[in-house]
């Protein structure tokens, strides 16, 4: 029995249809969305950019990674999933931050399966990965830094989800979130990269999810759009807001979620990306607002 989203947080206001969902996310593309990234770090804003790269994929239960091979997966192994690939670079003084977090859901109903992240800058490396089980999460953390290494076993709280996962999960997917004007509060499992640049460990927070009663204007670089906001209030003192593009796909067109200052779209498309590799095939990066 899942118990992490299926405990009662996904009572959908109004459910796409199946099929919609089917068509466009197994169609064999990924979407990809560029966006002008401003980060706080050392006290101070930083610009940089982010990429927010969606993509199905075969998913092995018991070993919590792609199967390269789907048929030869033992019976009831296989589990369809949603990854998202998040992408951030950004320079602070001298020197580069650049770090990915994969978030990986069923595309069924969204229950989480696995969170990992990679950070990479001019001290060193880190990396974590953190496994979604029934009623429990374990985490594995290998850090440049002396103390922070080591594994770590937490219950899931009831309707608790991971901040990580709501770059997927306010999107609306399969059926809105919250219903115009309604709020809710749950625990929150936080970020990976805001624990790192923090350097405090992985736990459960409160938060408190609003969606405004009507959708709003918004406008970034890659146009205006017509969004979808929800508000965000984290009792580890952290707000910010999310906007989603109202009309299908639901794309994440701006967010502010410290680190996070702001994120907003530069450009978006799917493609293959698997496939464009050749000299040449860089010109695709345009697309999505990258240079």
């Not at 736990?203 to 759009?225: C, K, L, M």
């Not at 590799?277 to 990258?290: K, M, T, V």
């Amino acid at each position: 029995m899942r118990t992490l989203i299926l405990a009662g947080l996904f009572l959908f206001a109004g459910r796409a249809p199946a099929q919609e969902f089917t068509t466009w996310w197994f169609d064999g593309k990924a979407e990809l969305s560029g966006y002008e990234l401003t980060v706080s770090r050392y006290g101070e804003e930083r610009t940089g950019s982010a990429v927010l790269i969606y993509v199905t994929e075969p998913f092995s239960e018991s070993k919590r990674t792609k199967l390269d091979y789907p048929a030869r997966a033992p019976k009831g192994d296989q589990v369809s999933a949603l990854k998202l690939n998040m992408v951030r670079d950004f320079q602070t003084g001298i020197y580069d931050y650049n770090t990915m977090v994969s978030s990986f859901v069923r595309t069924d109903d969204f229950s989480p399966l696995k969170t990992s992240f990679s950070g990479a800058d001019w001290c060193g490396h880190v990396y974590q990965g953190i496994e979604f089980h029934d009623g429990r999460l374990q985490s594995r953390l290998d850090s440049y830094f002396e103390n922070e290494s080591g594994e770590r076993e937490l219950p899931i709280p009831e309707g608790g989800i991971a901040e990580d996962h709501l770059f997927i999960l306010l999107r609306g997917l399969r059926g809105a979130f919250l219903a115009p004007g309604e709020s809710r509060t749950l625990p929150l499992l936080t970020g990976v990269l805001q624990n790192r640049l923090v350097h405090e460990p992985l736990r459960w927070v409160d938060a408190t999810i609003t969606r405004r009663a009507s959708a709003e204007a918004v406008t970034v670089p890659a146009g205006t759009f017509d969004a979808i906001v929800y508000d965000i209030a984290i009792d580890d003192g952290r707000t910010g807001a999310f906007r989603i593009e109202s009309a299908w796909p639901h794309r994440l067109v701006e967010w502010e979620l410290p680190p996070d200052l702001r994120g907003a779209l530069t450009g978006s498309t799917r493609l293959p990306y698997w496939s464009l590799h050749a000299n040449g095939d860089e010109s695709y990066r345009a697309q999505i607002g990258l240079k």
